[in-house]
């Protein structure tokens, strides 16, 4: 039996087939007919060893698990409504988008990352009839925001993965070659594989906080290297340096205002920048910095989670009898948590009832001063995500209790 007549008895009255063109033209007659698949590409994908268990009036959950011929044996069923798979390799400058079809086919082309090119991206996918997509893409600073929102107000699905995630698995696939298009192109593939979580675009207010956050950080930073800087220079360079540690001063007070003015203006981001307040350590900088890394809907299942994206977990390396490393904190995540958690942790360890007690319980088990702080760093964070999920002041008694 030739495969025209195994389609018709499988699907009967589904498929039409001109053997002149070797173009099969499926259809049910109605408006969703697809046409123009070769026959080649249909029969690629494992027909033959499924082809008993082939019946148009199998139940979705079968259905779903089945190769794309298979599947189009679904009355009414286009390729183009099943779920595609995006990967974006994002730069400054440009987008590599590569799509990866139902039937395992690419599709890929290069875009602006400008807001003319993603509006240029979204009217490409529908005229490709992409209605249905998740897209994935590696977080790489800021430059994937905007492209990202775009995509998400367009309906689609939008996943940001840490890029050592995305390492990983091109390791794991033997992937040598490392351009942007074959970037693109294996985070199709991580997406289709994985399916990360869905990213929720973050509030506008919280946008601008954690960019004001960043400034102030960034000018912190320059303003530790002037004063030190200042301390061996020699004294024709001492005026300027002056001036511009002036200059920075004032500019640190005006987004320190601006970063009070933005929280006081949102009632819910005051409210729970007073119960990060309750946090014996946390001042206002601090604060500033936690609420815009938690976002307003906290995006954490649990405080654990919360510590892990900020890098303050600890990691184990073992294997057998002889490779037994030291635990060292991970650093997984944004860097500007750990700075700002570094010095609230020194004075909850010396300065408060319940600290004192917790670094007094690790000296004990022979931890050293470094472990010490960063643990504290770790429950700090910890201690402020659930201030903020439980809507409840910090209460220094419970630590006491769980301490002792």
Known sequence: MGFPETMLRICPGLYDYSVRKNRPVLSDGGPDAVSGLRLSRLFRRSFAPDRR?????????????????????????????????????????KLDVDILRPDGRHRCKKFDNTLSGHEALVRWLRGHDVNRAHVCMESTSTYMEDAAAHLSDAGYTVSI???????????????????????ARMLAHFCREKRPSAWEAPHPTERALKALVLRHQALTEMQTQEKNRRETAPEVQLASIDILLGCLSAELARIEKQIKDLTDNDPDMKRRRKLLNSIPGIGEKTAAVLLAYTGLRLKFGTARQFAAYAGLTPVQHESGSSVMRASRMSKAGPVQLRKALYMPALSALYHTAWGKAFRKRLEESGKRAKVIIGAMMRKLAQVAYGVLKSGKAFDASQHELLIA
Do not use: Y
Request: proline content about 5%; hydrophobic content about 40%.
């Open 53 to 93: 268990s082939f019946s148009c009036d199998k139940p979705d959950s079968i259905m779903d698990r089945l190769s794309p011929v298979t599947r189009i044996c679904k009355v009414g069923f286009t390729m183009e409504n099943e779920l595609h798979f995006i990967g974006i390799d994002v730069a400054k400058a």
């Open 161 to 183: 993965i840490n890029p050592a995630l995305s390492k990983a698995f091109a390791q794991s696939e033997g992937l040598r070659s490392k351009t942007d298009k074959v970037d």
